[in-house]
């Protein structure tokens, strides 16, 4: 073989070696933008949920014993909660809806359900925080303070129906919380948290316009 054939193939062999890597660069990104998201991890509730009253997002709540007795009187199709934000963001299990805050523009809403694996998991979080227990329309604040009256997120509404009980619980997220029931409202934020993640990660939400705008 002459050296201007193998010259001609070594180029070729690079070229084509180009174009895999230019291939497979653009097969990752493809997949980072749409990869499946994983929200319940100690990192995105701390980075992105610390808002929701500004306390320590990171550390589960305390969790009961939840026998059989309990599961079958509060059976995961008879499970349904409404949650929302003052500002516009709405997940309602009982009418199928998920309403994402655009800010400055009308506020979006869409049919949407989670999953019946993450309801259930919702309704075992329920029942093992033991949310029935807690009092309404939420926990005593313990002190007097705010963190900031106009918090991004405003009034937070949460309704649960879980077989004959029904609990309705109402809160302003820039309300500071005293220590002496800092574990009461941990259960309660631990909930609304994850429901809120894991409408906020799933594709359809994800699939909404970008808000515009921002808050002062």
């Not at 500004?54 to 009187?73: I, L, N």
């Not at 805050?101 to 033991?130: C, G, N, Q, V, W």
């Not at 934020?189 to 994850?194: N, Y």
Request: hydrophobic share 40%; aromatic share 12%.
């Amino acid at each position: 073989m002459s050296n201007g054939h193998k010259e001609r193939d070594r180029r070729l062999v690079h070229q084509a070696l180009g174009l895999v890597a230019v291939i497979a660069v653009m097969a990752f990104a493809h997949w980072y933008a749409e990869r499946p998201l994983k929200p319940k991890t100690q990192y995105l509730r701390g980075w992105l949920y610390w808002m929701l009253d500004y306390e320590d997002q990171m550390t589960p709540p305390q969790t009961f014993k939840v026998d059989r007795a309990d599961k079958r009187a509060c059976a995961a199709e008879e499970f349904g909660f409404a949650l929302s934000t003052e500002l516009g963001f709405a997940l309602d299990s009982f009418k199928g809806t998920l309403t994402k805050d655009m800010i400055s523009r009308p506020d979006t809403m869409i049919s949407f359900r989670l999953d019946k694996k993450t309801m259930e998991e919702l309704r075992d979080l329920y029942l093992s925080a033991r949310l029935a227990d807690l009092p309404e329309p939420a926990p005593p604040y313990g002190s007097e303070q705010w963190y900031n009256p106009e918090h991004v997120l405003g009034v937070v509404r949460l309704e649960i129906r879980c077989g004959g009980t029904a609990k309705s619980f109402v809160w302003h997220s820039g309300h500071t919380v005293g220590s002496q029931y800092k574990e009461e409202w941990r259960r309660l934020w631990w909930f609304a948290e994850t429901a809120m993640i894991a409408a906020m990660y799933s594709p359809e939400y994800r699939a909404l316009p970008k808000a515009s705008g921002g808050y002062l």
